[in-house]
């Protein structure tokens, strides 16, 4: 099956810009879709499509998706936006959903 | 609005099955295909499988092929998943979740999600 890898964690000061990545193999060939997930919550759809919000989800979310690589980019990041981060997409090979590993967001 | 209910924890001994439903309402249950998703302690998102809302097809992720069966009810709006065979590595919180719409193929956006069911195998 194809792998979605994501960088463990990232830390970023409020108000400065978060980049989350998700890597596989030729992903920019396929849709991703992002995650957002607090400690003991549900995940939340905050980016479809590759670079589609749902609606209810701030601006400062952006996504895009390229080569191997997708982008989940958080302009001015709060401290509500700390969180686990995953990426999922469609595998072809197993024609089935696969998602990324997650990363962890820290605020400070 | 759009509502997933999901029933409450279970706990089961190695070797059982359980049975997790998904009640619905705020939408119209039959246009939107379902997935299930599984979150294991600590650990990252792992599809299931999911039922087709056109024709109730059926698609498995292959890890669970031989031992899971996602049915619906369209009269009652509920959604089923049934895991045989449990062992301690299927103690995971077990989530519903609906399909959503988007422009292009092979998207498959999770739109809204259950609450989530813990399930925990423990002899």
């Known amino acids: 099956s194809s792998e979605l890898t994501q960088t463990p964690s990232v830390s970023v000061s409020p108000g400065q810009t978060a980049s989350i990545t998700c890597s596989g193999d030729k992903l920019g060939d396929k849709y991703a879709c992002w995650y957002q997930q607090k400690s003991g919550q549900s995940p939340v759809l905050v980016i479809y499509q590759d670079d589609k919000r749902p609606s209810g989800i701030p601006e400062r979310f952006s996504g895009s998706n390229s080569g191997n690589t997708a982008t989940l980019t958080i302009s001015g990041a709060q401290a509500i936006d700390e969180a686990d981060y995953y990426c999922?997409?469609?595998?072809?090979?197993?024609?089935?959903?696969?998602f990324g590993g997650g990363t962890k967001l820290t605020v400070l | 609005q759009v509502h997933l209910v999901q029933s409450g924890a279970e706990v089961k001994k190695p070797g059982a099955s359980v049975k997790v439903s998904c009640k619905a309402s705020g939408y119209t249950f039959i246009s939107y295909s379902m997935h299930w998703v599984r979150q294991a302690p600590g650990q990252r998102l792992e599809w299931m499988g999911w039922i087709n809302a056109v024709n109730d097809n059926t698609k498995y992720s292959q890890k669970f092929q031989d031992r899971v069966s996602i049915t619906r009810d369209t009269s009652a709006t509920t959604l089923y998943m049934e895991l045989s065979s449990l062992t301690s590595e299927d103690t995971a919180v077990y989530f519903c979740?609906?399909?959503?719409?988007?422009?292009?193929?092979?998207?498959?956006?999770?739109?809204?999600w259950g609450q989530g069911t813990l399930v925990t195998v423990s002899s």
């Open positions: 999922q997409a469609w595998d072809t090979n197993t024609a089935g959903v696969v």
């Open positions: 979740a609906r399909e959503g719409n988007c422009t292009g193929g092979s998207c498959y956006p999770f739109d809204y």
